[in-house]
């Protein structure tokens, strides 16, 4: 099978996935949106544009929360936020499992033993519990959350692709490669990498949708992005209060909804993308 007719062979596996079909095309809509949000906001995120904890119309959509700030606009920046901290938080960790996971499994013994262990250690810790403590020592800001959960979340990559490699270092073609006298890394990242790449990708999908969880659990706590920067975590922290949950519900239930829709539509997304790398889900 050629590379060509795999790939459609994946696709044509993907597509019949109905929700996640749905779900690529709400998430392609919502990262256009977030990248072109200075165009498409109607209002800056941080300026007073309105009353005071304004209900929706005269010119709010979503209303506006209780400075006065456009919930709309915020709310678009906000999912820009959240997005962002995904993508990055999950690239930091998938790269360094990787890495961890392909130089273990393919040159084990003391090696393999020293980077096991420590990935055992990690996981040892309850993850909340380390997260919230990095955020705590490293301080509540964008950038530090998206390195901590990116260097908290790798243990699982590491692990997994350490598996897989354990099995293709004894294939064939591995074998014929260091018989040949092929440089090792080039064999790793050549050889090796692309035919682990399907369990990777399956398992960042989970990653970043637990990463969106993460920064609006934290921003809600008040130990991630801060205000005045928008984010979904900390408009619901908004809602903290008896009076906000009940009159004034335009403040969480947008961010809310957000938040839900997007880690659903990622989690479909894993779940197409694991059928369709499956090689005994048939086509019809």
């Given at each position: 099978?050629?590379?060509?007719?795999?790939?459609?062979?994946?696709?044509?596996?993907?597509?019949?996935?109905?929700?996640?079909?749905?779900?690529?095309?709400?998430?392609?809509?919502?990262?256009?949106?977030?990248?072109?949000?200075?165009?498409?906001?109607?209002?800056?995120?941080?300026?007073?544009?309105?009353?005071?904890?304004?209900?929706?119309?005269?010119?709010?959509?979503?209303?506006?929360?209780?400075?006065?700030?456009?919930?709309?606009?915020?709310?678009?920046?906000?999912?820009?936020?959240?997005?962002?901290?995904?993508?990055?938080?999950?690239?930091?960790?998938?790269?360094?499992?990787?890495?961890?996971?392909?130089?273990?499994?393919?040159?084990?013994?003391?090696?393999?033993?020293?980077?096991?262990?420590?990935?055992?250690?990690?996981?040892?810790?309850?993850?909340?519990?380390?997260?919230?403590?990095?955020?705590?020592?490293?301080?509540?800001?964008?950038?530090?959350?998206?390195?901590?959960?990116?260097?908290?979340?790798?243990?699982?990559?590491?692990?997994?692709?350490?598996?897989?490699?354990?099995?293709?270092?004894?294939?064939?073609?591995?074998?014929?490669?260091?018989?040949?006298?092929?440089?090792?890394?080039?064999?790793?990242?050549?050889?090796?990498?692309?035919?682990?790449?399907?369990?990777?990708?399956?398992?960042?999908?989970?990653?970043?949708?637990?990463?969106?969880?993460?920064?609006?659990?934290?921003?809600?706590?008040?130990?991630?992005?801060?205000?005045?920067?928008?984010?979904?975590?900390?408009?619901?922290?908004?809602?903290?209060?008896?009076?906000?949950?009940?009159?004034?519900?335009?403040?969480?239930?947008?961010?809310?909804?957000?938040?839900?829709?997007?880690?659903?539509?990622?989690?479909?997304?894993?779940?197409?993308?694991?059928?369709?790398?499956d090689p005994t889900n048939p086509l019809?």
């Open positions: 099978m050629t590379e060509n007719s795999y790939l459609r062979t994946i696709w044509k596996r993907f597509k019949r996935h109905r929700l996640a079909m749905v779900s690529l095309v709400f998430l392609s809509f919502v990262i256009i949106i977030a990248l072109l949000a200075p165009l498409i906001a109607p209002y800056h995120p941080d300026r007073i544009s309105g009353d005071f904890g304004a209900p929706p119309g005269n010119g709010h959509l979503l209303g506006t929360d209780d400075v006065g700030r456009d919930v709309l606009s915020r709310l678009i920046y906000a999912t820009r936020i959240s997005l962002l901290v995904g993508v990055l938080s999950t690239a930091i960790s998938t790269a360094i499992g990787v890495v961890l996971g392909l130089v273990s499994g393919f040159f084990g013994k003391f090696i393999d033993a020293v980077i096991m262990r420590f990935t055992d250690m990690v996981m040892s810790f309850p993850y909340l519990l380390l997260v919230l403590v990095a955020a705590a020592i490293f301080g509540p800001s964008l950038l530090n959350i998206i390195i901590i959960l990116g260097f908290v979340n790798w243990p699982g990559v590491a692990r997994l692709v350490r598996g897989n490699v354990l099995s293709l270092r004894e294939r064939a073609f591995v074998q014929g490669a260091l018989v040949a006298g092929l440089p090792k890394p080039y064999i790793l990242f050549s050889e090796i990498l692309p035919n682990t790449m399907a369990p990777v990708l399956i398992h960042s999908s989970s990653v970043m949708a637990f990463s969106i969880l993460d920064e609006a659990a934290l921003s809600f706590l008040g130990m991630g992005v801060q205000t005045p920067t928008a984010s979904l975590g900390n408009m619901l922290g908004a809602a903290t209060s008896q009076a906000v949950l009940t009159d004034l519900p335009w403040l969480w239930i947008p961010p809310g909804v957000v938040i839900v829709l997007l880690v659903m539509s990622v989690n479909f997304i894993g779940d197409a993308i694991r059928d369709a790398f019809v």
